[in-house]
Structure formats: C-alpha cells, structure tokens
C-alpha cells in the first residue's frame, strides 16, 4: 500500500475537544483567591469623633487633626488612582493573552482538519491505486493471463492493439492514483507537523491567559477594595474635616448625625439599584415566554429540561466564526467571532446560562466589564460589555440557572449595548449556537 508509511494519527483524525486538553480556566486554578488584597494603606489609624472634639479645644492641636485628616482624604483618592490603574493594566494583559490563546487554538485546529482531510484523500487515492492494481493483475499480471489475454485474437490486430492500449491506460492511470495518494499523505504529514506545533504554541498561551486572568482578578478585587473603603471613609472624614473647620456652635454629635443620615441614603440608592434590575429581570422574564428562543430574539432565561438556559432575551445582532473587521470607536473587530451577539436594550438583564462558579468577575479589556462562570466537566460560559456597575456577581460565588448575574452594557470594544455571550469546552471558545441547541435552548 503507498500508505504503508504513512503514520497512524493521519488516518484517525484527532477532534479539536480532545486535543485542547483539560486546561479549563477553572476554580482550582484560581484557589489562591481567597478575598480580596487590602492595601497598606488601610491599615492607617483613622481619627475616631472623640479625636475631632479634644482637637476642637486647641487651636494647634485642631490644626494637626485637620492636616492628618487631609492627608488621610489624599491618601485614599491616590490608593483607588493606583489600584485602579493597575486593575486596568492587568485587564488589558488578560484580554490579549485571551485573545491570543484563542487564535492560536483556531489556528491549531484548523491545520488539523486539513490533515485530516489530506489523510482522508491520501486513503481514498490509496485504495483506487489497488482496484487498478488489482484490475492490471487479471488482466494480465502472470504468463496465465497473458496467454490469455493474447488468446482468442482471430480478429486481427486490432484488436490486440485496442487490448494493449487499455493496459497502457490503466498503468497510466495507476502512476497518476498512486501519486496522488503520495502527495496527499506527504502534505498530510506536513500539516499534521504544523498541527503539532500550534497546539504546543495553544497549550503555552493558554496557560499564560490563565496566569493573566489570576492577576487581573487579583487587580480588580484590589481596586474594588480601595473604592469601597475610599467610600466608607470619605463620608466621616468629610464629616470631621467639617468640624474641625466650622467656626460655629454646632456641635460634633450633630455632624455624627449627618454621616449616619448619608450612609443610609447610600444604602438606599443601592437597593433601589438592585431592585431596578431585579424588576427588569422580571418584567424581561414575564414577556419573553418560555425557554427556547429564537436567531432573532427569544426568552429571558427562559430553558429547558437541560439545565441551560438562554442568557438573555436579545435579538442576535452577530454570529460565531469569520467577519470583516469593523472599526469603530477606536478599535478594530477582531476577524473572528467566537461569541454570538444578543442585543435586548441597555441595562436589560443577563442570566446565567447555568448553574456554576463564577471564576472572573471584573473589567476583560475589549470585553469591558466581563463575568466568566464554570459550570464544571470542562464547561465554561462567559458575558461581556456589562454596563459600570451592571454586575451582580462576585469571584466565587455559586449560581443557578437562569439567576440574574448581570446588566447589559456597551463597556470595552462595543459600538452598542448588546451581550456578547461566549460558551468554552476546556477553555477555548465554541459555537454558542450549536452548543446551546444541544442543549436544548436556541440563541
């Protein structure tokens, strides 16, 4: 057989789920996070309201309180500056190393098909160059068959020449079979070669974006942390730098008082957030029916007896695969699309495709802000261009199907509010639209 050298892994086509290996982007990859980092600065001996009222008796000693509590004030605006910038930095990095992985892995198993197509010919030229051979050897492969082939020629040389030209048409034509075949198995070696390194050149960049997702989470829940106790802090030392420096009668209580009236309407103003949303939600669920959707527009989490459900009720504004790069905005599409696009309106509700762990929840640099969860057995699900302060989720939380995780937004490489939904098997993106339709649930 012209095969016969050929190596086995050409004629038993590898699938792309099997080569890509276990390294999902998953929980246990990222058990080092267990909170978030508060920084040094934190941990600085803020004033308490007894400290403001003995400054109050002094006007020295009111003047250093007022100073250290300025410079507290500072101290917290540069701490937020700093982490933020570096929670940016590191989404920046995750997103290319993202994106990286990801083109290498569609590169990988793109020169793997082409081998295994290329083996699929190489095969089939093989077995036409033995029917052939085959054929040659009946009709004349031994002195047998050749006196009998000769036998029987009464009706002149034409005949036996019309006989002769046949056997020089089948030799031909096996010459050029068997060639084929060669150059089939040797352009499917090659590709396979080529398979091999891009695999091994997935492999490392995979396992880069991983270290990236890490550190940008790591960033992100830092950045978060200096926010929310720049938050809690400022109303008090606002309250205190008051004062210390109000000239009036009124008195320290009355100034506790007014800190104690704000942090309730901060509170307020973020339940009435949460409850927005919820009631979107709601109202989202309520006219998008049951479950299965459709290319055009469907339900709002609406599933099926899978478990799956459908992440939100937009129209499908983009499909999965290749696209002519738009730039907009400042940026250029990327020319794959390993999402699909679902566009239900700014701030309309975003649902968990199923049940997991969410293993990033933070600004994904062209994602914008970005929510990824595992739902286990390699299986991932990521949401991007979630509006500021659309998410509703945090780093290691459990989720259930169909639970509000987030809100649709237009952050990162977006020229509109849409969600741009990304489905994973072992970390590397897959179709949405066929995978959720195995599913049971249409996108």
Sequence with gaps: MPLSSAPRRLLRPVSRRAAIGAGVLGVAAIGGLAGPLLPAAFAVDYPT??????????????????????????????????????????????????????????????????????????TQAADRAGQVAAQLYRNGGDDTSLELFFAGSAQGADDLLERLGTMDKLLERNQAVYAEAITARDSAQSLSDQAVVARDERDRLQQIAEEKMIAAQKAADAAQAALDEQTARRIELDAQLAALQDATAKTVADYEAGVEARRRAEEERKRREREEAERLAREAAAAGGNGGGSSSGGSSGGGSSSGWVRPNWGWRTSGYGPRTPVCSNGYCSNPFHYGVDLAAGCSSAIYAASSGTVVYAGYNGGYGNYVRIDHGGGIGTGYAHIRPGGIFVGYGQRVSAGQLIASEGNTGNSAGCHLHFETYVNGYPVNPISFMAARGVSV
């Excluded at 009111?62 to 937020?80: C, F, G, R």
């Design 49 to 122: 309201w007894e400290d403001v009222e003995r400054a109050r008796a002094s006007e020295s000693a009111k003047a250093a309180e007022i100073e250290k509590i300025k410079n507290l004030i500072q101290s917290l605006t540069d701490e937020v500056a700093r982490t933020q910038a570096e929670a940016e930095k590191a989404s920046d990095e995750f997103y290319v190393a993202q994106q990286e992985f990801f083109d290498a892995a569609q590169r990988a198993e793109t020169l793997q098909e082409q081998a295994d197509e290329q083996a699929a010919t190489a």
